[in-house]
């Protein structure tokens, strides 16, 4: 890619340690992922609570992903926040939930996994 700073930055306008300027990356996970309230109305659901990656390109959003019973993941909810209410939860049936976060360069790694079994 052409001859390189010895700090490791590019001698080429435009470019940035190998990269284009303004390249994204992709976010790292969010963290301390939570279950912030459970609830009825008049269906029983959750509300979750998160923080925002802390590397990476910023995320344009977050998809909340469960699974039932230790089936397949699928996502549950999107949003902007870095808190989402998902509605419509099984009573009775173990779920598992994780959040990511994504830009257009890519979806983060999946956060901690919360279980719960609704009541």
């Not at 969010?30 to 998160?50: C, N």
């Not at 959003?61 to 469960?66: E, F, K, L, P, T």
């Not at 994504?102 to 979806?107: R, V």
């Amino acid at each position: 890619m052409g001859p390189h700073r010895p700090n490791g930055g590019s001698m080429m306008p435009g470019v940035v340690a190998g990269f284009p300027r303004g390249a994204l990356s992709i976010p790292s996970a969010p963290t301390e992922f939570i279950l912030a309230q459970k609830g009825w109305d008049p269906l029983p659901y959750y509300i979750f609570e998160w923080q925002a990656p802390v590397s990476g390109s910023p995320p344009d959003g977050y998809r909340v992903y469960m699974r039932s019973n230790s089936g397949a993941y699928a996502v549950q909810a999107e949003t902007t926040l870095t808190s989402v209410r998902v509605n419509g939860v099984s009573t009775g049936v173990k779920q598992d939930f994780y959040v990511t976060a994504w830009n257009s360069a890519g979806e983060s790694p999946a956060s901690n996994v919360v279980t719960e079994l609704p009541s």
